[in-house]
């Protein structure tokens, strides 16, 4: 069975869920990394599924955003009160079966406040949580799995991640692992595989160093855009106006 767990509440983060789930397939090996959207295979009973798994885990990652506490069912009540909502049933599971519970914040999401859980998730607000933003997503997604390596020899034993002939960790090589844009929200930063460096949402100038830098397109206002700015970016860029040479044609 699967060492570690990723429990995640549908509706807050659980893109960031799949990432995290990925990156430790990844390292550890898929057969290690539970998450129910890609470990239920069709037409089994998820609820026995979903036991049998979290019982038999040794670690159990939260994955926390900012709606995570306050998330609502569709009578207006809190999600984490109802005593049938599996995200809760996971964790106190976890709690019951001594496995490593560990929080995982991402973004600026606060630390948890114990007078906001309910009673018997109040525990949860006194474990040691990881942190993940996606601007920092690569050391904090390398921390993280350098963390549960420590914890469970399983795990160290099944890492992937080579080191350096100085002893220093190397990065790991993710394998057939692709992220795309729509994995990730928001924020600026590097992950393994397909995406490479991300700017998701961007706000005033982007200044990029060395490589080929790719810009969307946009044609509203004087019609001025760029596709694609091929070199080394160390100098000035002059942006072409086509459609001004257009109308200078026709005049």
């Not at 049933?89 to 560990?102: C, N, S």
């Not at 490589?211 to 397109?217: E, F, K, L, S, V």
């Amino acid at each position: 069975m699967p060492e570690i767990f990723v429990n995640y509440r549908t509706g807050d983060e659980e893109a960031t869920a799949t990432v995290i789930e990925r990156e430790l397939s990844a390292r550890f090996g898929d057969e290690q990394v539970f998450r129910a959207g890609k470990s239920i295979r069709p037409g089994r009973a998820f609820p026995q599924e979903l036991l049998t798994a979290v019982r038999r885990c040794s670690v159990l990652l939260v994955v926390i955003g900012p709606r995570w506490a306050e998330y609502t069912d569709g009578d207006g009540r809190r999600a984490l009160e109802d005593p049938e909502d599996w995200t809760r049933r996971e964790i106190l599971e976890a709690l019951e079966t001594g496995a490593h519970v560990i929080p995982v914040l991402v973004g600026r999401t606060t630390r948890l406040d114990r007078s906001l859980l309910p009673q018997e998730l109040e525990e949860l607000a006194d474990h040691q949580y990881r942190r993940l933003d996606h601007r920092n997503a690569e050391a904090d997604l390398k921390r993280l799995g350098d963390d549960l390596a420590d914890l469970v020899p399983r795990l160290a034993d099944a890492d992937r991640s080579p080191q350096r002939r100085d002893g220093e960790p190397a990065p790991y090589d993710t394998g057939s692992v692709r992220m795309k844009a729509r994995d990730v929200r928001g924020g600026i930063g590097n992950l393994h595989g397909g995406l490479g460096t991300f700017v998701n949402e961007p706000r005033g100038p982007v200044n990029t160093g060395s490589g080929a830098q790719y810009n969307a397109p946009t044609f509203s206002g004087d019609g001025m855009g760029v596709n694609y700015v091929a070199g080394d970016n160390s100098g000035d860029m002059r942006q072409h106006n086509e459609r001004a040479d257009h109308r200078k044609d026709a005049e």
